[in-house]
Nanobody, 119 residues
């Protein structure tokens, strides 16, 4: 059983910073792209940032410069450093990973972690 467990969410005032972590566990052969998505109340889930196993990252244009994605392959962990947070960043943030199993692949999701930014 593969699990993605996020941590680091919480409440912060506008202008503050948070760092999210997402650790994968289970019988995993390797992990390709890891990503963060978010879903604000009443809105669709959207991609925040993604990073390949080689470290190439891409971001939603509107978040470039404020959010930084990184990963530690040895720890099977992906991070999202968020700075200069705005109230509109309030959302549930989900971790996603393209996991390579012994047999087959799995598009895995975490349970989500809530980020609340107050003005």
């Amino acid at each position: 059983q593969v699990q993605l467990v996020e941590s680091g969410g919480g409440s912060v005032q506008a202008g503050g910073s948070l760092r999210l972590s997402c650790a994968a566990s289970g019988i995993i052969r390797s992990i390709n792209t890891m990503a963060w998505y978010r879903q604000a109340p009443g809105k669709q889930r959207e991609l925040v940032a993604a990073i390949t196993s080689g470290g190439s990252a891409n971001y939603t244009d509107s978040l470039k410069g404020r959010f930084t994605i990184s990963r530690d392959n040895a720890k099977k962990t992906v991070y999202l450093q968020m700075s200069s947070l705005k109230p509109e960043d309030t959302a549930v943030y989900y971790c996603n990973a393209a996991v390579v199993l012994i047999f087959g692949t799995l598009n895995a999701w975490g349970q989500g972690t809530l980020v609340t930014v107050s003005s």
